[in-house]
Nanobody, 118 residues
Framework: VQLQASGGGLVQAGGSLRLSCVDS????????VGWFRQAPGKEREFVAA??????RYADSVKGRFTISRDNAKNTVYLQMSSLNVDDTAVYYC??????????????WGQGTLVTVSS
């Protein structure tokens, strides 16, 4: 599993952004894939995860973020809407072999920075 996250950028509050996580190792279709984020001065926190049709979200993003995957493209997406300044963070994708979870991820990609301006 070799993960690469992309799609970050600068967006105004209320806007949308879609992050992508590609597995160049082409092996993660049966893995759970999660998104995490780390804001400046804060600990890394769970955002969302998906495995097959199962998904899980942090309370702070429910109803605003949607995680999905395209197995044919070895890609997991995080569609983010109604963004606010509290969503500003470096976003990481990660994978684990097993069910969706908020922890226990073994494989990590590099981060992609999301900045939400007021």
């Amino acid at each position: 599993v070799q993960l690469q996250a992309s799609g970050g950028g600068l967006v105004q509050a209320g806007g949308s952004l879609r992050l992508s996580c590609v597995d160049s190792g082409r092996t993660f279709n049966s893995y759970a894939v999660g998104w995490f984020r780390q804001a400046p001065g804060k600990e890394r926190e769970f955002v969302a995860a998906i495995r097959f049709s199962a998904t899980r979200y942090a309370d702070s993003v429910k109803g605003r973020f949607t995680i999905s995957r395209d197995n044919a493209k070895n890609t997991v997406y995080l569609q983010m809407s109604s963004l606010n300044v509290d969503d500003t963070a470096v976003y990481y994708c990660a994978a684990r072999y097993g069910p969706v979870s908020t922890s226990g991820y073994n494989y990590w990609g590099q981060g992609t920075l999301v900045t939400v301006s007021s």
